[in-house]
């Protein structure tokens, strides 16, 4: 698989960076994280129902969708949009329910690349050392992993 | 003084942590932060007025000052706002918009000590150790000493 997702997680700092291309531009990933009924169909695990309770994208916006399994239990994800540029850039606050106050700031951009490709980028700022740990040990990585897939498939199907 | 602000900058890690105490309880610090009135008396160092833009302290709200001296020179400021849990706690993003996507997240707790006094205890958490070196280089220790003072006899005078 040539589009696989690339994790960074440096030495003794409170980052996670990350890199995936797409075989879409970039204005058709970015859209993918605004529309919300685009949004709710890729993002997560495998498995997982995603509701969207609001999922508005602008500068001084907020976000909340809930995650359910088959065994039915809920996982609420919430957060506040600080910028975004179309088809460029979003900054925004992200906090899953069960850990409040383990919020991060996650910086995504989009960039074209040649022949109709593009490539997303991704910064996760941690408020400690110890909230990355405990993201990564829950999983996230397989959980991007499978999203952004999920994504691709998304996006092959639009096409 | 008694109630000096005692800022900590960990090596390597690109957080601020400072604290400071006041006295008067944590209700009155907390309304001083979410009052836009009370807060543009106070917010920023000495010599410059502040006008607020937006002040809208509620989870999913934003805020939006501007400051300038006698030279005329504006300085604008924004966040979106992630946490708000009255006279306890406020978790925001906050941008100098001179500084484009230097984004922080600013964690803000209020506690209530004995004798009518109160702790305010902060933590900055910077996107990169570069933008914390920025920060710090630009007087931001000075300009919160200052800020925390005018807070003080702001708060004085209105008992």
Known sequence: MSNALKVTNPEGLPYTEYEREFDVPASAVFRAHIDPELYRQWIGPRGL???????????????????????????????????????????????????PEVVTLEY???????????????RSVYPTLDARERYLADGMEQGMTEGYDRLDELLAADR
Not at 50 to 70: C, K, M, P, V
Not at 108 to 122: A, C, K, N, V
């Open 108 to 122: 995504t951009r989009f960039e074209d690349l040649p022949g109709g490709r593009s490539r997303l980028t991704g």
């Open 49 to 99: 129902t995603t509701r969207i309770e609001e999922h508005d994208y602008r500068a001084g916006g907020s976000f909340r969708f809930i995650q359910q399994g088959n065994d039915h239990v809920e996982y609420a994800f919430r957060g506040s949009v600080h910028t975004v540029r179309e088809n460029e850039f979003i900054l925004n606050t992200f906090e899953y329910e069960g850990w």
